[in-house]
């Protein structure tokens, strides 16, 4: 039986925060250093879980010798990832899995870049924790995911294979379902929402409409949660959310724009052109 620790001081005192603010009283790293500090024992191993897809980025990047910089945003050093990826021991089992199925060129779907492979090993990870919180949240995000891969892939008439994560109810409709709203109007009513985000051109507003959405869910799941962990967790969710959309200046806009039209062209044979309010040339 699970013993429910209660932080009245921690949440009381967490400002508070919308997705539209520009300025934050601490980042996401200093507030990741502080729970550390005030947080211990499981509950502080659920907050971590939060910045394993930072790892996951991490790790696939020095696997792939990119030239992306690293995020220090995740639970392991650099040093400790050049080790690991040469003999995995100490980090989760699915990085290890990982590793070693890249190593050995042994893929778990053919089709299935290896981004994807990775996700797809770290949800099943998320399912044996038994959190419900986490569970929940992470199983929306691939939703979410899965849902706007499968419009992309009808639009532009372009096969699934490889593109959708997992093989849930859900993701099985979105393979097979011919329907507008690929039959998911009772097992995931969010579905309407997101076709309607799905017809804006603009792809920064569908990127901001898809974190509101997400937003909502966060508080739907912590309704009846009242100082618990469950709350710190959807707390560093959305300050992620929020940091994220400060740094979005003009350039930096241009470049997560130009970043989204290049993985369209790649996956989906993307010919048309845009500009950063999402006009066509």
């Known amino acids: ?16 925060l919308i997705l539209e603010q520009n300025k934050l009283q601490f980042s996401p790293g200093e507030f990741k250093e ?7 024992g499981k509950d502080l191993e659920l907050v ?13 990047n020095l696997l792939q010798k990119s030239e992306e910089p690293f995020n220090d945003m995740g639970n392991y050093s650099h040093d400790l990832l050049e080790e690991e ?16 199925n ?23 990870y998320i399912t044996s924790l038994k959190n419900d919180f986490l569970d ?26 490889g593109e959708l994560i997992g093989h849930e109810a859900i993701t099985e409709s979105i393979r097979k379902s011919h329907a507008r709203d690929f039959g998911l109007a009772n097992d995931f009513p969010e579905v309407e929402k997101l076709l309607h985000i799905f017809d804006k051109e603009n792809l920064l507003e569908r990127e901001k409409d898809i974190d509101q959405l997400k937003w909502q869910y966060i508080d739907e799941l912590n309704t009846f949660n009242y100082f618990t962990i469950e709350v710190i967790l959807g707390y560093v969710i959305k300050l992620n959310m929020v940091n994220r959309w400060m740094q979005l200046d003009e350039e ?27 006009r066509k040339r």
Do not use: C
Request: proline share 4%; net charge negative; hydrophobic share 35%.
């Open 34 to 40: 502080y729970l550390h500090e005030e947080i211990d």
């Open 252 to 278: 930096t806009g241009r470049e997560m724009f130009n970043k989204l039209l290049e993985e369209l062209r790649n996956s989906f044979e993307f010919q048309k052109e845009f500009d950063i309010n999402g």
């Open 48 to 60: 971590k879980v939060l910045y394993l897809p930072h790892d996951n980025f991490n790790l696939l």
């Open 85 to 100: 990826k040469k003999e995995p021991s100490q980090l989760p089992q699915y990085m290890q899995k990982f590793i070693i």
């Open 136 to 161: 929940k949240w992470f199983e929306f995000e691939r939703n979410v995911k899965n849902v706007m891969a499968g419009l992309m892939a009808r639009k532009y008439d372009h096969p699934l294979e």
């Open 1 to 16: 039986m699970r013993i429910i620790k209660h932080y009245y001081s921690l949440v009381a005192g967490l400002p508070e």
């Open 102 to 124: 890249y190593l050995n060129e042994t893929t778990l779907d053919e089709n299935m870049s290896w981004e994807n492979q990775l996700t797809g090993l770290f949800y099943d």
